[in-house]
Each structure stands twice: as C-alpha cells, then as structure tokens.
C-alpha cells in the first residue's frame, strides 16, 4: 500500500490547519502517527459553542450548551490509525463539508427552519476528512448539523454507523460528545440500536415498545433508560478504565483500593479522590457527574461507607456524606421511572406503593404489573416476584398478558405463567385450560361464576415449599422474617397532609372542583366513578323535565290571567280575535293535546313518586317523549324565561339538548360532561379527595436541580360541606376540627338569584352567602383560620353582568362602575369583581376584626387551567400560611446594626 509522503508543510500536529489533500483522491493511504500531547483530558475542552445555536436552544429547552467530550480511552499516547480514517458517507459528508469550519472543531449545518421551529436532531460526527485540523486527537472532534427529520435519521444513523466503526477498531481513540445526553424523551425513534459497552448511549424513547425489541435482555433492563427521564437527569456515563488504573492520575494499582462514582464508576485512588470528587454534596459522584442520577445497579452502595472514606475524612463527614448521598433527591427514585399495568405512577400512587405495609423491595425504574386483589407484583412479562400489600389504588389495569403466560389458564384475569400452573397443580387446584380463579389476598381462591371459596392457596407447608423452589412468592405472614414496612425516602415523604375545608350554597360549584383535583393530580375517575355520574346526569333529566314542565305550567297560568285580564279590559265591540290577541285559552306557554298528555304523565309520575322507578334508568321512549318536550316552542319559550326558574340548573339545556345519547346503552359521559354534571354526587365518593400539588418551584424556579431546595410536594384532603349539611352546632362540624384552610366557593353570577333560606324564605344568594361565611367564621375551631374565597363562574359572570345589573343584589346597590366609551363587558366585570371582592373583605374585617386573613381568587372551574392555576394559589397561601407560623429567625448581626439609631 502507497504511503503519503510526510512532507514537512503538510503536518502540525497541534492543531494548525492543515490543508495538504493527497493529489490522486483515489489513492490508498493510511494516515498513522504517534499523538505525543498532553494527556487528552488535561487539555482544556473547547466547546463547540455558537452563540445563535444556543440562543435557540435554551429557549427551545432541548439541549444543554455543554456538549462535554466524554473520553473512553485515554492512553499516553494517542494513535489514530487507518481504522479511523474511514471514508465518512456521502450524505453526511455533504453536510459537514457544505459548512465552514471556523474553529477546526466544529461543523454545522442548519437545515430546514418550519415556524421558526427548527425540525431538529444534532448529529454528531467524528470525521477526519472533514475536520482535518481536527488531527490533534486532543481536540475534540464534533460535528453538529441541525437538519430536517429524514436528513437527520439517515444521517445520524450513518454518522453513528462510522463513528462506531472506528470506535471499535481503534481501541486506543478517544471519542467526541455525547450531545443526546438531554434529549428530552419525544425525540423519539432515534435509531440507537447498539450499544458500545463503554459507552451508555441515551434511551430510544418507545419505552412501550420494549417487549418486541430485541436489543433488551429482559424487559425490566430498563432501569438506566428510566433513570434518564427523571426530571433533571442526562444519561449515565459509564467510563471504564484499566483493571487497577485511577482515572485521575492514570497510575495503576491492583493492590490499592479505589473509590468509584456512584454514576459512572470511575474509579480513583486514594490521593485523587478528593480532587476528583470534591466535596461530595451528593455523595461518591465525580465533580462531573454531580446532578445526575446514580447507576442504578448501584443503588444498594448508597449510604454505605468504605474503607476509603473513613481513612480520608473524619467520623461525622463520613455521616454527612453518606447522609447526603443517601438523601438528596437526585439520587432517590421517582415516581415517573415506575410503571405499573402500563402506567406511570403519580406521586400519590409512589408514595402509596412505598408507604404500604407491604411494598415491593429493592425498588428499581421499570415496569411492572400488580395484582391489586392478590397483591401479586411481578416484572412486566414475568412471573409473579412478590406478594405485596393488596388493594393498593396504584398503575392502569392489570391485563391478561401481563406476565406473559401461556397457559390458558387465569388468576383475577392475568394468563399465569406455567410455573405458576405447575404449582396450582401441586397445590390440588383442579385447573383445566379455560379455568378462571379469583385469588384473594388471603389466598383464598374460587372459580369464576362461584359464589363460594374453594380452598386456600398457601395452607400447606408442602406448597409453600414448593413455592421457594420455583422462586414464587407466598405472602408475607409465612415468612420467617418479615419484610421492613417502609422505605419511603426521607426526602420524598410528604411531611403533611393539609385538610381544607370546602364550603359553598349548593350550584356554587363544590363538586366541580373536588371533580378537577381528580382530573388534574389524580389521573381521572375509575369506571365505576364514571358510570356512576353517567345514572347521575340520566336521573337529572328527569328533574330538569318536571322543572320545566311545572314551570310551564306557572307561566301558562300566568299568561291566560294576563291576557284574560287584557280582554276584560277590552271594549266589547273589539272581540280578542279582531285586535289579533290569542285565546285566553292558548298562548306561548300551551302544549299542543298530545305533548300536553305527555307532560301530564311525567308530572302525574312525580307527584306519586312513580318516576323514581325510572331514574336509575332514561328508556328510550321516555327520550323520545323528553326531546319532542323540549324542540316544542312552549317549552322553548320557558326555558328563555329560566332566570325566574330558581331552582334549574344552567346545565339543563346542555344534557336536554342530548337527551337521546344519554339515553343510549353505550353512553359514558366524556370529561367535559363529568364537570357540567350537577347535583349530589358525594354518593360516588367525590365528596372528598386527597391530591397532592407538586412544587414547581424546583422545576420551574431559579435554581432548577439544587438539593438545597429540595423537590416538596405538598399533599391536601379537600373535604366537602354543602351549606344545606351546615347548621351551626352541628356535630359534623367536628369532623372540621383540624382543618389548616376554609375553601370557600361562591358563584359570582348568582348575585340575581334567590334560594330558600329556611323555611319558604327565599333570600338573594350573595346575600346568603355573606350570612354563611360570617356563621362559618363563627364557630369557635374555625377562629383564625385563613380564609380563601374562590369567586367561581367568572364566565357566565362576565356575560350576565351586561345584562343584568349588579345592584339586583341589594347589598351591591352602591356599585357605580367608572364608563368609559371602550368599556365593554370584560371590563366591566372585571369592575364589578374588584368591588365585589373588596364587599367581602370588608364584611369579613367587621366581622372577624382578630381573626385570619381572607384571600380572594376569581376563576372559572370547568376550565382545567384556571382550576390548575387556582389550585396553585391554594398552595401558595397554604404554605405561606405554614411560614408565617414558623419561628422568625433571630435578628442577625447585620440587621442588629441597622437597627441600632
Ligand atoms: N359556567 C360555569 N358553570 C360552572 C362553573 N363551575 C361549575 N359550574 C356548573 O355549575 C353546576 C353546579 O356545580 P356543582 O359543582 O355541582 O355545584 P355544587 O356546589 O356541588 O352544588 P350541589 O352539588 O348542588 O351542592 C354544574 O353544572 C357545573 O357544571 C363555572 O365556573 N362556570
Ligand atoms: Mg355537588
């Protein structure tokens, strides 16, 4: 093979631009010399930074600006050899060479720009031909392209090809950046399929499709991709050096001990520890790696001292270092690196899981599927590994595949594995293929369709035994050494649940509210919580109907006078027909005779309490009877009248309109109907809800990954209290004893509407409201409690407020909103919302002159992002209301100064 001539021009290996090319291209030659630098990590790292890319970038939030060479190899020497000068492919090529190569270290190319959105991968790339100034192997060479997604794919996967290439036949080559390492996980599809074991490459994100990839051992090898999706993590680097080598000093050693970083298992020796680890604010993690989650086969090394430590620092910095490492919240596990039946876990269900009595031990990210009637927990795809606490509200639902089994044969739905059908058989359960058994908790098991247990899985000692054998699990009450009830981290630990009270006049909106938390922190409603409200909004039609229809009958009644009145009042001579008035004896409000027989029978129903029968279920002709009600124009022109209805709900014309759907078999009401669906829903357990709010000060906040302001999600119990339950030395009013905050919700548009205040008293609600709040206030518990005022229905406030003045309300009868020519309703309400809210507080400073602090909030809460941001406002009181109680520092020494005169 023809050799380059070296001539004395063409080389500087420090880096000058070289621009020598062979003259004949298509000669063959290899490209081999010593690299006699510096060590390649003692060179300071130049980072390819351009100031227009990064701009982009942080405020794209994609990917950090410090692309950081990660170096594999790091030999005295560095020799690049023919391996790496492999030709690089022609597309990518293209790229990088199209581009300018300003410092010698970095090409870049931007590619399609749709919307001011760049469709984006950075690709690297490690290319000779391209960067040949790049010879100095301590420079690190990297080549960026931002191009359209099939420019990237394909060229990221040939960039990756070669780069791999000459990974593999240049053992001795150091290899460029790892730019993927804060993909945020729907950069999706990334064509990662192999992995240099020296190096952990970013996860591809399609978690779910893990079962057909055939790149994973088992599908619980998930643990390091999970590790990455944690909030503030990048990818673990593994960086492996030498048996016996400190990856600092390079000396190597077997006899002495090292220490290894808990991220990427460097290991160093006792003289470079310090130096490489520093102080150690997260425990035994380089400098480097500070900030990123541990390795999670390391898990179990967390809080454990070594030799190594105990020589180097003293007794209590061994304890604060091993407290940090084991405490920090970067190092504990989240709740987003679990998914259990398909389903990421939420901080209530994590906590839950670790908080049972029984919880899964030795907790790593990945996927699992759980019993909740048997308490069975085991791997995605694998039998069953534990018996854990039963009944547990935690993942989706259990599926049938869910460990993979092939028997044909199903325990609470899930196909067993054939291990487990080996002991169902040894254990004398009769199981031919086709079988179903229900499994309690207990053990206790009976087919399905039979009302009667059939016998106890665990009674004999025979299976139990067995069960060891075949690695199963038996619950934990045979176990010889019970299994530690707890092993929540200290840091991840809710410190408290706060109990608000949440009051409002029934229609205020009480329910919708508890119904949002549901929505926005608990993951939704369970079928049976849906399914339930679905009854609810059919047995509401029904009060709608007979609302209506009795107010039309009122109206009826009300009309006929009028006009009888008006022909009485008529000289004889002009007869009601000639003046074109209609008959005293039909007018708007009169059903024509068959829809009149129709109405007469639901009313007739009612009154003799008939139509109860048929509320848990809306039939079809009672539908059908409902809709031609409700298209008549009699009914029609009652409704346009509902301000004077009192007592129906603004919702009735939504669920009227679509009475034939509700009235289907099929029907489960979607999200938006579940919010509009009024009345007593406490019976399906909406009355109450715990929720927890997470803090988005870390996430969001000035300092997004300090352990000194560590990650506090704060865990509430709403419970409600409806106005018409309040009665003043009420003994349910005890169960409000240890509330931290009232919630109290108003609507704003009810400021024209009455409601009966005691008997056959009907009392304007703002007014009613004002009365309530000051008889909350009075209860002795209650006394210095703050008071956060949710002014509910801004919506139909700002449209109402118009129409309808707001001196309807007597209280308000001095409200005179400054006009402008530009006012429009927005701003109007916005007026009237300011002075409503200031009424309040002025009511609330006379009537509770020592007492809490009244915080008002205008929102409308059938839209989930004013409810979010509500929510947060409830938190912010809460834990501004927890820190006003906290002792105050003493003053310092500084402020001592200031103070003196
Ligand atoms: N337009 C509008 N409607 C709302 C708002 N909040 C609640 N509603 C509707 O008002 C009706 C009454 O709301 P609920 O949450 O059932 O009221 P509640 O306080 O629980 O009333 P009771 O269950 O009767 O004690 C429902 O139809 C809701 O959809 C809002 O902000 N704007
Ligand atoms: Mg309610």
């Not at 990660?70 to 020497?77: A, K, T």
């Not at 694998?382 to 639902?397: F, V």
């Not at 409200?533 to 609302?547: A, F, M, P, V």
């Amino acid at each position: 093979m023809p050799m380059a001539s070296m001539d004395d021009d063409m080389m500087d290996n420090r880096g000058a631009p070289v621009n020598w090319i062979p003259e004949d291209a298509s000669l063959e030659y290899s490209f081999a010399e010593i690299y006699t630098g510096p060590r390649p990590e003692c060179v300071p790292k130049a980072e390819p930074f351009d100031p227009v890319v990064a701009a982009f970038f942080r405020k794209q939030q994609v990917i950090p600006l410090n692309p950081v060479s990660r170096i594999v190899e790091h030999p005295e020497s560095v020799t690049l050899d023919e391996g790496f000068v492999k030709d690089a492919p022609e597309s990518s090529t293209r790229e990088l060479s199209s581009d300018k190569l300003s410092t010698g270290l970095l090409g870049k190319h931007q590619g399609n720009v749709e919307n001011g959105v760049l469709n984006n991968r950075i690709c690297k790339d490690i290319d000779k031909r391209n960067l040949p100034e790049a010879e100095n192997a301590a420079d690190v060479e990297v080549g960026i392209f931002i191009a359209t997604e099939a420019q990237n794919r394909e060229a990221f996967q040939l960039s990756r090809d070669s780069a791999n290439e000459r990974i593999s036949s240049s053992g001795k080559v150091m290899v460029a950046a790892d730019l993927f390492a804060s993909f945020p996980l729907d950069s999706g599809a990334l064509p990662y399929s192999e992995q240099e074991d020296h190096i952990s490459s970013p996860p591809c994100s399609d978690f779910f499709g893990r079962r057909s990839s055939s790149s994973h051992s088992s599908t619980n090898d998930f643990s390091e991709e999970l590790n990455t999706t944690s909030a503030q993590s990048s990818p673990p680097i593994s960086r492996k050096c030498k048996k016996g080598e400190c990856f600092c000093c390079g000396k190597i050693s077997r006899l002495h001990r090292k220490e290894k970083c808990l991220v990427c298992s460097a290991k160093y020796c006792m003289n470079c520890v310090i130096k490489a680890m520093g102080s150690m604010p997260e425990g035994r993690k380089c400098c480097k790696c500070v900030g990123q989650p541990i390795s999670e086969s390391k898990r179990n090394k967390l809080g454990k001292p070594t030799r190594m430590l105990c020589r180097l620092f003293s007794k209590l910095e061994v304890e604060q270092i091993l407290k940090a490492e084991k405490e920090c919240a970067v190092n504990q596990l989240h709740p987003e690196q679990i998914y259990v039946n398909g389903r990421q876990l939420t901080s209530r269900e994590f906590h839950e899981l670790l908080s049972c009595q029984y919880p899964p031990s030795k907790l790593k990210p990945g996927f699992y599927w759980y019993d909740s009637q048997c308490g069975f927990w085991g791997k995605d795809g694998e039998k069953p590994e534990s018996i854990i606490s039963a009944n547990l509200r935690i993942g989706g639902d259990l599926s049938e595949g869910a460990s993979s089994g092939s028997t044909r044969v199903y325990i609470n739905n899930r196909e067993i594995t054939k291990v487990e059908l080996r002991m169902l058989k040894f254990a004398g359960v009769q199981c031919p293929p086709s079988t179903r058994l229900w499994v309690d908790h207990d053990g206790n098991y009976q087919e399905e369709g039979h009302g009667h247990a059939r016998g106890c899985l665990w009674e004999k000692v025979t299976t139990r035994c067995l069960c060891h054998i075949l690695s199963l699990p038996v619950p934990n009450k045979y176990l010889s050494t019970p299994r530690p009830s707890t092993l929540i981290p200290a840091y991840f630990e809710p410190a408290k649940t706060y109990k608000i009270l949440l009051f409002g006049i029934p229609g205020c909106g009480t329910s919708t509210i508890i119904k949002q938390a549901k929505l926005l922190y608990e993951g939704g409603f369970t079928e049976e919580e849906v399914q339930g409200i679905g009854d609810l909004i059919q047995r509401n039609i029904y009060r709608y109907l007979i609302i209506l229809l009795e107010a039309r009958e009122r109206f009826e009644e009300e009309e006929n006078a009028r006009l009888k009145e008006i022909q009485e009042n008529t000289p004889s001579t002009s007869s009601a027909a000639g003046w074109g008035l209609p008959s005293a004896k039909s007018n708007n409000y009169s059903l024509n005779s068959r829809l009149k027989e129709h109405a007469d029978w639901f009313l007739k129903s009612d009154a003799c309490g008939d139509l109860e029968k048929y509320y848990s279920k809306l039939s079809r002709e009672d539908a059908t009877s409902i809709i031609n009600l409700w298209n008549d124009p009699a009914i029609q022109a009652t409704y346009k009248r509902k301000a004077e209805i009192h007592n129906l709900p603004d919702v009735a014309g939504h669920f009227l309109e679509k009475v034939i759907t509700i009235s289907s078999n099929g029907y489960t009401p979607d999200n938006h109907d579940i919010l509009l669906a009024e009345g007593n829903s406490q019976e399906f357990g909406l009355a109450e809800v715990e929720f927890t709010i997470e803090d988005d000060f870390r996430s969001s906040g000035p300092y997004p990954d300090s352990s000194e302001h560590p990650h506090r999600d704060v865990r509430y119990h709403l419970v409600q209290l409806s106005a018409n339950r309040f009665s003043e030395g009420s003994k349910l009013l005890r169960l409000f004893d240890d509330v931290e905050a009232i919630l109290f919700c108003l609507s704003l548009d009810s400021y024209d509407q009455m409601w009966p205040a005691g008997t056959d008293n009907l009392q304007n609600k703002m007014l009613l409201n004002r009365s309530m709040l000051n008889k909350l206030l009075n209860y002795p518990a209650f006394k210095g409690k703050p008071v956060v005022l949710f002014f509910n229905k801004y919506d139909s406030f700002e449209e109402k407020i118009s129409t309808v003045p707001l001196s309807t309300c007597d209280w308000f009868s001095d409200f005179c909103p400054v006009r402008s020519k530009s006012q429009n309703a927005q701003m109007l309400a916005e007026q009237a919302y300011t002075y409503i809210a200031h009424k309040f507080k002025e009511y609330f400073k006379m009537v509770n002159p020592t007492g809490g602090k009244l915080y008002t909030y205008k929102l409308n809460c059938l839209d989930q992002s004013s409810m979010r941001v509500a929510f947060q406002f409830l938190n912010d009181v809460v834990i501004w209301e927890e820190v006003k109680k906290q002792p105050q520092p003493s003053p310092s020494f500084f402020s001592e100064m200031t103070t003196i005169p």
